[in-house]
């Protein structure tokens, strides 16, 4: 059987596999148990046609879309579906519009899906707002970005978020199986044959993706010459030239998540802070001065003065970036990462710092001691800014008197921990203390 007989005979739109297997009802739908299980506060609201304004969100190929087609398989409402990529501004007024007289004048509802919501903007999407508030339409939103960082507040708050998680490569197989054996709608009018380790191989680099793993079978049975006895066989060769590695997805939203990762890693795993750092940099394409940044941000933040020297060496690394550039500066990129992981941690520097804001939100004003005053020129004695003492004239290189203005007198502002060089500061302190 050609491609041409296959698409006349069994597929007369020419809809692509994945197409033609999405699942119409919740008991066909794969994964998200967690959201869309028996019992299920989503799962109940679709049985009962009691949707609310929600979004969903999650990564591609997770369901966003196939819930949405459930839903308005399910639902009495009238279910009108925009792309954000597409629609406008008056687009969304349209359907508003009629929604409101379809409210007025029959009692019905309407629920307005919009796919991609994370490419509406702000204006566009605050069209939306009193639609929703009044009740006129029912918002059903899917994005893959983080909602947070795209989606209004306003019609954030107004819809109840359900985040979908990653499908694993079991629910690909699961996907392909059924396909397989569908005569309706999928692979099973075929004399086809599918190895194990084909189908092993397209779950993997679907990486979750039903989408992708039927669309990599179908090419795979379409493009395979039948043998004598008319057998499609699917092998691991056939498998491997029908989907390659997938593009790691680099958006925004994940390009901030991995740097997080790296920072807090730098607090605790020498092998996750490498790992992130490498990942963003040869699998998303991330700048690594972007990393080194943080890194000396953490030298402060993190580290500081248990050991200064995880500073210089972050800064130094920076420079051997600028001038070596990539991939010629991994190792010392690598060797700074990994020094500001294994060194003593102390975010005395952080509180230091909080500490003295505090303090100037205090106060109104900080006059400075007389003794601390300039006094370089003539007549400062007359206006008595004299009696600094000089530290390095005193055993220890160092005197007590009054360094801060007379409002703040006696207040820390640093406490030095007990890790690593800091622990000697401590002592020092007590020290200065002891002879106050």
Same mark, same amino acid.
């Not at 609310?52 to 009238?78: D, F, R, V």
């Not at 579906?81 to 629609?87: H, I, K, T, Y």
């Not at 493009?223 to 066989?233: A, L």
């Given at each position: 059987m050609d491609l041409f007989s296959y698409s006349r005979e069994n597929d007369p739109s020419g809809r692509l596999l994945a197409d033609r297997m999405r699942p119409k009802t919740l008991d066909e739908y794969i994964g998200q148990e967690n959201i869309i299980g028996p019992g299920k506060l989503l799962r109940r609201a679709i049985e009962a046609d009691q949707i609310?304004? +929600?979004?969903?969100? *999650?990564?591609? *190929?997770?369901?966003? &879309? &196939?819930?949405?087609? +459930?839903?308005? /398989?399910? !639902?009495? $409402?009238?279910f009108?579906?925009? /792309? =954000?990529?597409?629609?406008s501004v008056k687009d969304v007024r349209e359907v508003i519009e009629k929604a409101h007289n379809d409210k007025s004048f029959y009692g019905t509802k309407t629920i307005l899906f919009l796919d991609e919501v994370h490419r509406f903007n702000s204006s566009r999407q605050d069209a939306l707002l009193p639609a929703v508030e009044k009740g006129t339409i029912i918002f059903i939103g899917a994005t893959t970005e983080n909602p947070f960082h795209y989606v209004n507040g306003a019609l954030l708050s107004r819809s109840t978020l359900f985040q979908l998680e990653p499908l694993t490569k079991e629910h690909s197989l699961i996907a392909m199986t059924r396909a397989l054996s569908d005569r309706d709608k999928g692979l099973g009018f075929m004399k086809l044959e599918a190895s194990d380790e084909a189908l092993q191989h397209i779950a993997e680099m679907a990486n979750g993706d039903i989408r992708r793993a039927l669309n990599a079978l179908e090419l795979a049975a379409m !493009? !395979?010459?039948?043998?004598?006895? *008319? !057998?499609? @066989? +699917? &092998?691991?060769?056939v498998a491997e030239e029908s989907i390659r590695r997938p593009l790691v997805k680099a958006d925004e939203s994940t390009q901030y998540d991995v740097l997080s990762a790296f920072h807090k890693s730098i607090r605790g795993s020498s092998? $996750? $802070?490498l790992f992130w750092f490498l990942y963003a940099v040869e699998k998303l394409g991330m700048d690594p001065m972007t990393f080194l940044r943080r890194l000396i941000a953490a030298a402060s933040e993190d580290i500081g003065l248990a050991n200064p020297q995880a500073m210089v060496q972050a800064v130094s690394a920076?420079? =051997?970036? @600028? /001038?070596n550039g990539w991939p010629e500066a991994k190792l010392n990129i690598a060797q700074a990462i990994l020094f500001a992981v294994e060194s003593p941690k102390s975010n005395a520097v952080v509180m230091a710092i909080s500490n003295a804001m505090s303090a100037m939100d205090e106060v109104k004003s900080a006059e400075v001691p007389l003794h601390l005053r300039d006094a370089h020129y003539k007549g400062a004695v007359k206006l008595g800014h004299t009696g600094y003492k000089y530290p390095h004239n005193f055993p220890g290189h160092y005197v007590k008197q009054d360094y801060l203005p007379p409002n703040l007198a006696g207040r820390t502002f640093y406490q030095a921990t007990e890790q690593g060089n800091e622990s000697k500061i401590r002592h020092n302190q007590e020290l200065r203390r002891r002879e106050e």
């Open positions: 609310s304004s +929600i979004l969903l969100y *999650g990564p591609p *190929g997770c369901g966003k &879309t &196939t819930l949405a087609h +459930i839903i308005s /398989n399910h !639902t009495q $409402a009238e009108v579906r925009l /792309n =954000a990529v597409d629609a !493009t !395979t010459p039948p043998e004598s006895d *008319g !057998t499609v @066989r +699917i &092998t691991l060769e092998d $996750a $802070a920076l420079e =051997a970036y @600028r /001038n």
